[in-house]
């Protein structure tokens, strides 16, 4: 995909007061405090995050900390993991967590032990054990990587040559978005890294886990606003941002996600949101590595459509990017879904950005990507009905002047010509979804119903294991009790 260039203006700034109640509501969404004087680089696909990453181990000189949901035994991870092992070899500490499940194949087969054998830290997020319990189910979906302390990786990419695509089959390379950081901000990324690291105390097979990141005082290195959202199952903070963002959107509100699956109540924040004149676009695959997601994703346009919120799927082999751009002025990138198991189970990690010229590039890069998209639409008379009800919504409803960048951007198409992308109607896509997951149910019932040990075995093992979980939880409560019992006060009324 060609990179955009166009030049774009940027907004006018805002007024201090509604700074300050901006600050304030992403801050305590998010649980996290911006970080002045950054230098924000945004890559694009595999072709610009792969070298820049493997650039930026090479020179590493005291440490590489790298949280990678998908380490695959292909040929770019191979060419990673052999990196990682040289540079252990000349000294730097390389320490790595992946996640068990995402990198099932390369954990089973031993890809990892050359590099546990030259020295690093590897450690498999949440590796199937007795005493794990339901939170088995959390995975680690973070991808990130830290560089003596100065410098950062944020994206949705992992360590797979599948980015890449595979022009022997006629599969396009995956569009993707991550960014390069450096300045303050890079602490953060290292605070979410020792994080993780402290959660797997007990899940490291022996391996005495050192949860300090080096720190190098990274210098100040650029004029950017940013701030690290580290989501765990325990905050869901990116949760909380998704809907704030939403809120906060008087304008503009353009999201691209891989597996769109949200909530009802962000999904009714959207239908507000355009109801309200605020121009909401959607960009989700129209083919994804997980078909079904898209199939359940088909059958939420409908309301979504209706409220006039913009949906558009990607043409190529695969768009896997997770971004927002809320009125040209804010902006995330990073690892987390609109979905449910990306809000309130996973561990996440994103970059929320607060300048205007990274989130001007990022505004430039949804526009290409919707020429590369075709949109979904209502069918004609739908359409009608639609745009006489928007119009009733609007009288009365006075709204501020489109910024100059979202005024330049929208005038590549009106609101249903379709003019630029092409069209497809939702009805078609719609009845092939509900087709599909209906025949799916209907063969899982009947599978259930000639092999039903099929749900009771694996529900009966997660009741033990959570049983298992929970009681030896408490009797290391209680050990601890034992050897640490508070202080007995004597009952003296004076004291």
Same mark, same amino acid.
Not at 88 to 91: E, R, T
Not at 373 to 378: G, P, S
């Given at each position: 995909?060609p990179?955009?260039?166009?030049?774009?203006?940027?907004?006018?700034p805002?007024?201090e007061?509604?700074?300050a109640?901006?600050?304030?509501?992403?801050s305590?969404?998010?649980?996290?405090?911006a970080?002045a004087d950054?230098?924000?680089?945004?890559?694009l696909?595999?072709?610009?995050?792969?070298?820049?990453?493997?650039?930026a181990?090479?020179?590493?000189?005291?440490?590489?900390?790298?949280?990678?949901?998908?380490f695959a035994?292909?040929a770019f991870?191979?060419?990673?993991?052999?990196?990682l092992?040289e540079k252990?070899?000349?000294?730097v500490?390389?320490r790595?967590?992946?996640d068990?499940?995402?990198s099932?194949?390369?954990h089973y087969?031993?890809?990892?032990?050359?590099?546990?054998a030259?020295?690093?830290?590897?450690?498999?997020y949440n590796r199937?054990s007795?005493?794990?319990g339901?939170g088995?189910i959390s995975?680690?979906?973070?991808?990130?990587i830290v560089?003596?302390?100065?410098t950062?990786?944020?994206?949705?990419?992992?360590?797979?040559?599948?980015?890449c695509g595979?022009a022997?089959?006629?599969?396009a390379p995956w569009?993707?978005?991550g960014v390069?950081?450096?300045?303050p901000?890079?602490?953060?990324?290292s605070?979410a890294?020792?994080?993780?690291?402290?959660?797997?105390?007990?899940?490291?097979?022996h391996t005495?886990?050192?949860?300090?990141?080096?720190?190098?005082?990274?210098?100040?290195s650029?004029t950017?606003q940013?701030?690290?959202?580290?989501?765990?199952p325990?905050?869901?903070?990116m949760?909380?941002?998704d809907l704030?963002?939403?809120t906060l959107?008087?304008e503009?509100?353009?999201?691209?996600?891989?597996?769109?699956?949200?909530?009802r109540?962000?999904?009714?924040?959207l239908?507000?949101?355009?109801l309200?004149?605020v121009?909401?676009?959607?960009?989700?695959?129209?083919?994804?590595?997980?078909?079904?997601?898209g199939?359940?994703?088909?059958t939420q346009y409908r309301?979504l459509l209706?409220?006039g919120v913009?949906?558009?799927?990607?043409n190529?082999?695969?768009?896997?990017?997770?971004?927002?751009i809320?009125?040209?002025?804010?902006?995330?990138?990073?690892s987390?879904?609109l979905?449910l198991?990306?809000?309130?189970i996973?561990?996440e990690?994103d970059?929320s950005?607060e300048d205007?010229?990274?989130?001007a590039?990022?505004?430039?890069v949804?526009?290409?990507?919707l020429q590369h998209?075709?949109?979904?639409?209502?069918n004609?008379a739908?359409q009608?009905?639609? @745009?006489?009800r928007? /119009?009733?919504?609007?009288?009365?409803?006075?709204?501020?002047s489109? $910024?100059a *960048? %979202?005024?330049?951007?929208?005038?590549?198409?009106?609101?249903f010509?379709?003019?630029i992308?092409?069209?497809?109607?939702?009805?078609?896509?719609?009845a092939?979804?509900?087709?599909?997951i209906?025949i799916?149910?209907?063969?899982?019932?009947?599978l259930?119903w000639f092999?039903p040990?099929?749900?009771?075995y694996?529900?009966?093992l997660l009741?033990?294991?959570?049983?298992?979980?929970t009681t030896?939880?408490?009797? @290391?409560?209680?050990r /601890?009790?034992r050897?640490n019992?508070?202080?007995?006060?004597e009952? $003296?009324? *004076? %004291?």
């Open positions: 995909m990179t955009p260039t166009a030049a774009v203006d940027l907004p006018e805002l007024p007061d509604t700074l109640l901006a600050e304030q509501i992403v305590r969404a998010s649980g996290s405090e970080a950054n230098r924000i680089e945004v890559l696909d595999s072709t610009e995050n792969f070298p820049a990453w493997q650039a181990i090479a020179s590493a000189c005291h440490s590489i900390d790298i949280e990678m949901y998908i035994n292909n991870g191979r060419q990673i993991r052999d990196l092992i252990q070899q000349q000294g500490q390389v790595l967590v992946y068990w499940f995402g099932v194949w390369a087969r031993g890809f990892f032990r050359p590099l546990r030259a020295g690093a830290v590897v450690v498999a199937p007795l005493v794990g339901i088995l995975r680690n979906h973070r991808k990130s560089i003596d302390g100065h950062a990786f944020v994206s949705g990419l992992c360590i797979s040559s599948a980015w595979d022997a089959k006629g599969v569009r993707d978005t390069k950081l450096t300045g901000v890079v602490q953060q990324v605070d890294f020792a994080d993780t690291l402290q959660s797997q105390q007990n899940n490291a097979s005495t886990l050192n949860s300090n990141c080096h720190s190098y005082n990274p210098h100040h650029g950017a940013a701030r690290i959202v580290a989501t765990t325990d905050n869901g903070n949760m909380r941002l704030n963002a939403v959107a008087q503009n509100l353009w999201l691209t996600d891989a597996y769109f699956m949200p909530t109540m962000y999904t009714q924040a239908i507000n949101a355009a309200a004149g121009d909401v676009r959607l960009l989700v695959p129209r083919t994804s590595d997980i078909r079904w997601i199939n359940v994703s088909r309301s209706e409220a913009r949906v558009f799927e990607w190529g082999s695969m768009i896997h990017a997770k971004t927002a809320v009125d040209g002025r804010w902006a995330r990138v990073g987390t879904n979905n198991s990306s809000w309130a996973n561990r990690l970059v950005i205007s010229a990274t989130v590039r990022l505004t430039a949804f526009a290409d990507d998209a075709t949109e979904v639409v209502l004609q739908q009608a009905e639609l @745009k006489q928007r /119009q009733k919504h609007k009288q009365g409803f006075k709204r501020g489109t $910024n *960048l %979202a005024q330049r951007l929208l005038q590549l198409g009106h609101v010509d379709g003019s992308y092409g069209t497809r109607i939702v009805d078609k896509d719609e092939q979804a509900y087709l599909s209906g799916g149910l209907l063969l899982l019932a009947a259930l092999l040990q099929l749900v009771v694996p529900l009966l009741l033990v294991m959570s049983g298992l979980a030896w939880s408490a009797i @290391k409560r209680l /601890q009790y050897r019992p508070p202080p007995v006060k009952n $003296n009324p *004076l %004291a």
